[in-house]
């Protein structure tokens, strides 16, 4: 069982992390300035600018997710227990990724 003291070290890092997600994000949803008579090559880097940019949303908002149910877990008082097995997840997996949710063993393939 995990003690209070390393849940609140866990919630504080949870919600620093929450709000570093959150201001990339709203770097990522910040309007792009408009060109001035671009080229080709210039829409293509944009096009491929944009995708990479879909991209790193779409990675941020996954993983705010993940660290909002961690936060829930954590005020459910089930913060630390394998959502797959119901086992302990071991704390030096919780200090590596504060937001895992199953337990290492559940996450290797095969």
Sequence with gaps: MLD???IQR?????LEEKKSVAIK????NKP????????EEDLAVDAAEDII?????AAYRQLLDRIEAALNRINQGTYGVCITT????????????PW???CPVVMKPG
């Design 10 to 14: 866990i919630k504080d890092r949870l």
């Design 25 to 28: 994000l709203a770097e990522l």
């Design 86 to 97: 119901g086992k302990a997840i071991p704390r030096a997996h919780l200090e590596r990724e």
């Design 32 to 39: 792009e300035a408009a060109m001035d008579n671009p080229d």
């Design 100 to 102: 895992a949710e199953e």
């Design 4 to 6: 209070q003291a390393f």
């Design 53 to 57: 940019e879909e991209s790193s949303r």
